[in-house]
Each structure stands twice: as C-alpha cells, then as structure tokens.
Nanobody, 114 residues
C-alpha cells in the first residue's frame, strides 16, 4: 500500500493550495487529511468516506474542501483563505476495507507566510 502526497508549498496568507494523495495497493473505505504543526499533536483536518460523506475540523470548515476521484484513487484537499496557523506538515491517511488497517503517507509541508 502506498499513499503519496503532493501539492504542498509556500503561500501567502489568504492564498490557496490543493493537496493530492494518490493511493494504491488496496481499497479504502475512508481517507483523511491530518496535519501536524511544530510542537503540536497531529490533528484531523478533513475526512471522506467511500460513499462521499465528509467531515471537517472546526478550523477547516468553510475554508477547506476534501474530495475524491475514485477512478484515479486520489483524494484532494482544496485549501482556501489560508492562514499562518495552517502551517504544518499535512499527512494523508487511509483506512482499508476488510482489514481496517490504517496507512499513512510521508507528508507534505504547507507553509503560510503572513
């Protein structure tokens, strides 16, 4: 199983980024985006199930949108109105059908300058 994130980078406050997570090697019933800022615990940002149900952290509501392209086995996180507080390493996470095993990508850095 592989989860490969891309799309991170440096952006000014108020800008946008779109993260991608390409999954392979299994079928997943839920895929999530987490983030971890320096000195802080990893936290859930957004989640999407295989039937399209989504859930967001309060900090992401109204600014971030999670979506999935099932044909490409790819999940996206569109991040708008970015704030310096969004600076973190963003990780893709997936939970496999049947086994329930959890997988993680290696992360992609998002830096928002003020």
């Amino acid at each position: 199983v592989q989860l490969v994130e891309s799309g991170g980078g440096l952006v000014q406050a108020g800008g946008s980024l779109r993260l991608s997570c390409a999954a392979s090697g299994s079928r997943f019933y839920e895929m999530n985006w987490y983030r971890q800022a320096p000195g802080k615990q990893r936290e859930l940002v957004a989640a999407i199930t295989s039937d399209g149900h989504t859930n967001y952290a309060d900090s992401a509501k109204g600014r971030f949108t999670i979506s999935a392209d099932n044909a490409k086995d790819t999940v996206y996180l569109q991040m708008d109105s970015l704030e310096p507080e969004d600076t973190a390493v963003y990780y893709c996470n997936a939970i496999a059908y049947y086994s329930g095993m959890t997988y993680w990508g290696r992360g992609t850095q998002v830096t928002v300058s003020s």
